[in-house]
């Protein structure tokens, strides 16, 4: 009886580590990949202001990395499935400096 207990216990610790690993594969693959499409984001928006400049407009300058965090804030908005609004999306931008 001792043997059949004790690989009970053992197959169901085995199989909790099993789906505690998955949940954070999944997990870490979402931020992996929400950090890059901000990277693009904000890449692309970076290049654009630039180019906004050259034509003789008057913008602030911004880090990239104020770029890339604010748009990874908007992404993770959007990804819990909040309803993101025109007015949160410009208090993000003020947080993080790129108005």
């Not at 690989?7 to 890059?36: H, K, P």
């Not at 050259?54 to 965090?69: A, D, N, W």
């Amino acid at each position: 009886m001792d043997a059949s207990v004790a690989a009970l216990l053992g197959a169901l610790i085995g199989g909790g580590v099993t789906v505690a690993v998955g949940y954070f594969q999944v997990r870490v693959s979402r931020t992996q990949e929400r950090i890059r499409t901000a990277a693009e984001l904000a890449s692309k928006e970076h290049d654009f202001d630039i180019i906004l400049r050259s034509e003789g407009k008057k913008l602030s300058y911004s880090l990239i990395s104020q770029y890339v965090g604010f748009h990874e804030a908007v992404l993770r908005e959007m990804e819990a499935g909040k309803g993101i609004s025109l007015k949160r999306i410009e208090e993000l931008s003020k947080n993080y400096g790129v108005e």
